[in-house]
């Protein structure tokens, strides 16, 4: 019988991952380096974190995206979140444009001769690649970055008006 290891920093729980979103928190690598900054997403599948670091105004930060197997420790600097950092959408906007963009992507992927499926909220090559809301070119989340550059670029060239 095996055994399923506990995951001791995100404890297998999507709704703990999602609640760091927005926090102040200081993640320790395996490198022995600290990074600091806001969570802006976690993947729940590959549980990889993106964290906006060096902040110098709203529009001027760096990201950096920390794989699971990297992480060492998460401590949670603040339990406040920001608020407008978030930039949540209302409900109806989340209605109208989720469905119609999700689509629209899958669509166009599928169009490339590439096999993509729906999980969710998520759209999935493989188990290779996700590809989370709002499902543009930087939303995609891969631990293969020849992988993860190709399909970004294909992201990349849908055009605005295609449907």
Avoid at 42 to 71: G, R
Wanted: net charge negative; proline share 5%; hydrophobic share 35%.
């Amino acid at each position: 019988m095996a055994m399923v290891q506990e995951d001791p920093i995100f404890q297998n729980n999507p709704i703990y991952m999602k609640s760091l979103i927005g926090k102040s928190v200081e993640i320790k690598t395996v490198d022995n380096k600290a990074h600091s900054g806001l969570v802006y997403v976690i993947d729940p599948i590959f549980k990889t974190v993106v964290l906006h670091t060096n902040w110098k105004s709203d529009d001027d930060y760096e990201t950096v995206i920390i794989l699971k197997h990297a992480i060492v420790t998460l401590e949670v600097l603040s339990e406040e979140k920001n608020e407008n950092y978030l930039g949540e959408l209302s409900i109806p906007q989340l209605e109208c444009t989720k469905p119609n963009r999700k689509s629209i992507v899958k669509k166009w992927i599928k169009s490339m001769m590439i096999d993509v499926k729906e999980s969710g909220d998520y759209l999935k090559i493989d188990d290779y690649l996700v590809i989370i809301p709002p499902y543009r070119a930087d939303n995609c989340i891969c631990n293969n970055t020849i992988i993860l550059e190709r399909i970004q670029k294909i992201l990349n060239e849908m055009p605005e008006d295609y449907s």
